[in-house]
């Protein structure tokens, strides 16, 4: 069965660097685009990154564009995204998910908070 | 950016009853790439509704999925106890957007 398993979430300052990690297992990973949707406490959805199956094109939200990177690791089955120069506005709950004409599978999500 | 407008805010229904879900677009949405998905608290969304009308693998009868024009639409008849939730629906005909969510609530 498809899993997605997010992890590195956590308590960092503004300005501060983390790297999100997503494991993917129960599907051919490299025959999908995948996401990183982020959801604030007590708000909605917002797409944060997605890439390419085959990781050659990416795609952020103008709010992260600059500051945020996503890639992947087909080998080894894995979603990364790479946060830098974070702001306490980038605190979210943040999803892996798989893209299939909408995200049909999700991750149980990491939190992550900025703040000093 | 296509803006996605849901109504209303909050829909307060009993079981039994129908839900329908407003998801305005503020221009056309190329191939009516629109999808529908309920989120609990403290769980990750499910898929209900993928390219406007196309009920995803597993779910109820009971929801559906229209469109006219810019407005797609959301209908659960005769509502679960386990239906209610937050809604969500999301573009990806330009880009992806979300709207910002319809939560249906027991009256």
């Known amino acids: 069965q498809v899993q997605l398993v997010e992890s590195g979430g956590g308590l960092v300052k503004p300005g501060e660097s983390l790297t999100l990690s997503c494991a993917a297992s129960g599907f051919t990973f490299s025959d999908y685009y995948m996401g990183w949707v982020r959801q604030a406490p007590g708000s909605g959805l917002d797409w944060a990154s997605y890439i390419s199956g085959s990781g050659t094109a990416t795609f952020h939200a103008d709010s992260v564009k600059g500051r945020f990177t996503i890639s992947r690791d087909n080998a080894k089955n894995s979603l990364f995204l790479q946060m830098n120069s974070l702001r306490a506005e980038d605190s979210a709950v943040y999803y892996c998910?798989?893209?299939?004409?909408?995200?049909?599978?999700w991750g149980q999500g990491t939190l992550v908070t900025v703040s000093s | 950016e296509i803006v996605l407008t849901q109504s209303p805010g909050t829909l307060s229904l009993s079981p039994g009853e129908t839900a329908t879900l407003s998801c305005r677009a503020s221009q056309s949405i190329s191939n009516n790439y629109l999808t529908w998905y309920q989120q609990k608290p403290g769980q990750a969304p499910r898929r209900l509704i993928h390219?406007?009308?196309n009920r995803a693998t597993g779910i109820p009868d009971r929801f559906s999925g229209s469109v006219s024009g810019t407005d797609f639409t959301l209908t659960i008849r005769s509502l679960e106890p386990e239906d209610f939730a937050v809604y969500y629906c999301?573009?990806?005909?330009?880009?992806?957007?979300f709207g910002q969510g319809t939560k249906v609530e027991m009256k």
């Open positions: 390219g406007a009308f």
């Open positions: 999301q573009q990806y005909g330009n880009s992806w957007t």
């Open positions: 998910a798989r893209w299939n004409g909408g995200f049909d599978y």
